[in-house]
């Protein structure tokens, strides 16, 4: 008599058969997609817009609404050939996978992934964080047997602090400059928009300057329902108008020539990896703000806790030393190795050294 084990459907599913990873993504081959794919597939489940995850030229595409709206202000119409947009909580079936999207917390529209068959249900995180954020919905706990992680701020140095004391370490600035600009790159996606609705929760009501380069997503993220308070064009304000300001723009326009229109600007970063010193040296960054869009070392491992997971894989950032971690605590744990996340320099992700050196 064969032994129990050796009879399929006795079998427990194993996760590398409901996800199989691969350089180019997870893929799900019963279920037909791949989620956040780095090349072109016939259906990609995307997370959320940031553009090394949302890229354009797949088949089909399930996401959020607001993930599909951010790709087609980025990419165009014809960013895919078909578009499914599915709301939190909803749970749909894609050749007999069941497929539900759950808050991330990381941008307005970024979703977790979680994929359920035969009893094991895997949660591809994409990015995340577990801390509020007044311009997306929180981050939402899914239990599950493996949970896919990032870990682009995965190293214990990395502890974000509380993002409100760092504004009003910006606002103290403002007050203490009257005459100059503070000038903040900010991520055009999500970091902008989260530093402007921190601004406003702290009570600054004046006029705030947007770098043209962060209009279009700014006043998508205004079409969501998120009050942002008044904002202006840079283009259309004079110098004087300037003084006393505060102006966002994309983190590459700080040192550009762009920033010259500015009276004797302060020059602010607002990212996670402010936390370390030399970058910010190193971008000529005078008030550095660590506001970040994915958790910290303490919000990782208190994440990968909660879900209960016996499993974890790694993805994107510092692998190492939260597979370390995991495997010290008794997890399996194993890294994806996944090539083509934080490629675009435009996310937090992977943020490239002003001189070129890679940040992993
Ligand atoms: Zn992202
Ligand atoms: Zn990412």
Request: with cysteine; proline share 6%; net charge neutral.
């Amino acid at each position: 008599m064969a032994a129990p084990a050796a009879i399929p459907y006795l079998r427990r599913m194993r996760p590398e058969d409901l996800l199989t990873p691969t350089p180019a993504g997870v893929c799900c081959k019963a279920g037909g997609f791949h989620i956040d794919p780095t090349r072109p597939v016939e259906r990609a489940v995307i997370t959320h817009g940031h553009s090394d995850h949302a890229r354009a030229g797949h088949g089909a595409v399930l996401a959020t609404q607001e993930t599909l709206d951010l790709m087609r202000l980025r990419y165009g119409e014809t960013f895919a050939g078909t578009t499914q947009a599915i709301r939190y909580g909803e749970r749909i079936a894609l050749g007999g996978i069941a497929v539900a999207l759950h808050p991330a917390g990381h941008v307005l529209g970024s979703a977790q992934v979680a994929v359920q068959a035969n009893g094991l249900r895997i949660v591809a995180s994409g990015d995340y964080k577990n801390v509020a954020d007044p311009t997306c919905t929180p981050f939402e706990l899914i239990p599950c047997d493996v949970f896919i992680t990032e870990a682009t701020f995965g190293l214990p140095v990395f502890r974000h602090g509380d993002a409100d004391a760092e504004i009003a370490k910006l606002l103290r600035s403002v007050a203490l400059f009257p005459e100059r600009a503070h000038l903040i790159g900010a991520y055009s996606l999500g970091k902008a928009q989260r530093v402007i609705a921190l601004i406003r929760q702290a009570g600054h009501d004046m006029p705030i300057y947007l770098h043209g380069a962060l209009e279009r997503i700014t006043h998508y993220y205004e079409s969501r329902g998120i009050a942002l308070g008044e904002l202006r064009s840079v283009r259309n304000a004079s110098k004087a108008e300037l003084a006393g300001a505060i102006a966002l723009c994309p983190p590459s326009a700080l040192q550009e020539l762009w920033s010259r229109r500015f009276p004797d600007p302060v020059s602010a970063f607002a990212s996670g990896w402010m936390r370390v010193r030399a970058r910010a040296r190193q971008r000529r960054v005078e008030l550095p703000l660590v506001i970040s869009d994915h958790a910290d070392w303490d919000g990782l491992t208190a994440t990968i806790i909660a879900t209960g997971a016996s499993e974890v894989w790694v993805t994107h950032g510092q692998e190492d030393a939260l597979v370390h971690w995991a495997m010290l605590r008794g997890l399996k744990a194993r890294p994806l190795a996944i090539v083509g996340y934080g490629d675009e320099g435009e996310s937090e992700d992977a943020e490239p050294m002003p001189n070129g050196e890679a940040s992993a």
